[in-house]
């Protein structure tokens, strides 16, 4: 059995590194991400990473290709046999690390399965849709998806549109549309994403016949929360909501990137 290690920050995980970790799983039988310490980080680039490396550990650990993370250990050695080969993605820095291969991100692909929808509609059990921006993807989106999770059987993430934030927003995502839907495509807890083009919800009931809808609970007894239950109720889905957290946001990261 080849084990390939994948040596990365993996700092605002992007789709270039979900498709080299994609790409070291189609030449092993199992992926280990080696995730680089903040000082580590920071001995390498001059600056601490965005994303604390628990956090960080964290995130690519739930990535589908990935069979275990851990922090790299420069005094530890990363080969356990012969068979075995360290890589890292090309133009990201690992310091004087020992790497056997450089990986360039491939060409995008799209992220919008059909056979994987289709699966997920015709399984058995609860199937759950949680729509969101999904924008420079970190820990607060993963603890979203694992807690829509923890209450339907398959769970089907709906990605906004550009032009659909915007509008929502006054301003473009950082992460256009089609690699925020490979990113959370990537997530082993996710068993399909769509293109969620429109406000009312409607719309992606029809493609998606989802049971129930998750939203954070902002939108709890609002006029749209009201709204989005009524249109619910009318095609026989229903309404979770989930506390609203504020531990990082999109927004936030945004402002950190700019001071940057």
Known sequence: MSTAFFLSAFDLVDVGDVDVLNQAAEESDRVEALVLSDEAVRQVTGKLPVIPAKERLE?????RDVSDADIFDPHRSIKRSVNDIVFARESVGVGAAPVDRWIAPRRLRPASDMASLRAAKTGHGVLGYVPGAWDRFHIGHLNLLRRARQHCDRLVVGVVTDQELYNAKGKMP????????????????VDAVVVDFSTSKL????R?????????????????????ETEMLSVGASVHYFPYTAHTSSTALRQILAGR
């Open 208 to 228: 998606v016949h989802f049971d129930v809808l998750f939203k954070g609970d902002d939108w709890k007894g609002t006029s749209k929360g009201t709204q989005l």
């Open 203 to 206: 719309d992606v009931w029809d």
């Open 174 to 189: 950082m992460v256009p549309l089609e690699e925020r839907m490979q990113v959370v495509a990537a997530m082993d807890i």
């Open 59 to 63: 995130i690519v650990g739930a990535i």
